[in-house]
């Protein structure tokens, strides 16, 4: 296999990365055979989720330009992934133009492409870490210079807590980062659920087990254990919600919402 020029030294290009598979799903180029294969096997059993991952990306334009409208013009997106079709940095410019914005990431490639996207943009940086650190994250050279803390700060955690298990504490990393934003800050998230799901067990657990293969097992919450991430946040109407109803732009087609698959939610602190 051969390796492009742009793929740090570090990587094992055999192994494939939920970042660089959702870049395959959103049409983007800095992805692996590796990611490509595991993009094909989890779409055997799930087809549409390129379809999910658009819907996903749709939603955080939405909410981004939600909390622009609310005043804030600074962002922490963990778990950013590649900026493909547009990184949370263009939305949020595209509502606040000097808005600030850190991604986060604990996949290399994510990093140092956004890194090179990034290269003369004095208000935007990214991050190597993992939510699993929370203070890592907050401590980080890029936070301190970009971001002020005493301010209120859009906290952007998108299709990431899925990937993290029960026994490294995500409703603590959640706490942690709610805890160190100042009053007004926002989260935004969302979540896979097999809730209500228009699907056969078998082929969503096919799905889920292609994901076991990538380092990052993927955990399904209900509704309700979603929910509990924005303790300490008032939900923003109408709440915790299958992607597609999350106060959308034009009227939500014929498709049922929960074949999405997840929820997603806005939250503020007081």
Known sequence: MQRPAWAPRSIDISMPSVARVNDYFLGGSHNFEADRAAARRAMEFVPGLPKIMRATRAFTRRAVRHAAARGITQFLDIGAGLPTCGGVHEMARDAV???????????????EHTRAVLADDPHAGAVAADLRSPEAILTSPQVRELLDLRRPVALLLIAILHFVDDEDDPYGAVATLRDALAPGSMLVLTHASFEGIPLPPERAGGAVDVFKDIRNPLIMRSQGEIARF????????????????WRPETPPGDEDPYAFCGFAGVGTTA
């Open 230 to 245: 924005f303790e300490g946040y008032d939900m923003v109407e109408p709440g915790l919600v299958p992607m597609p109803l």
């Open 97 to 111: 133009p000097g808005a600030r914005v850190v991604h986060v990431d604990n996949d290399a490639v994510a990093v």
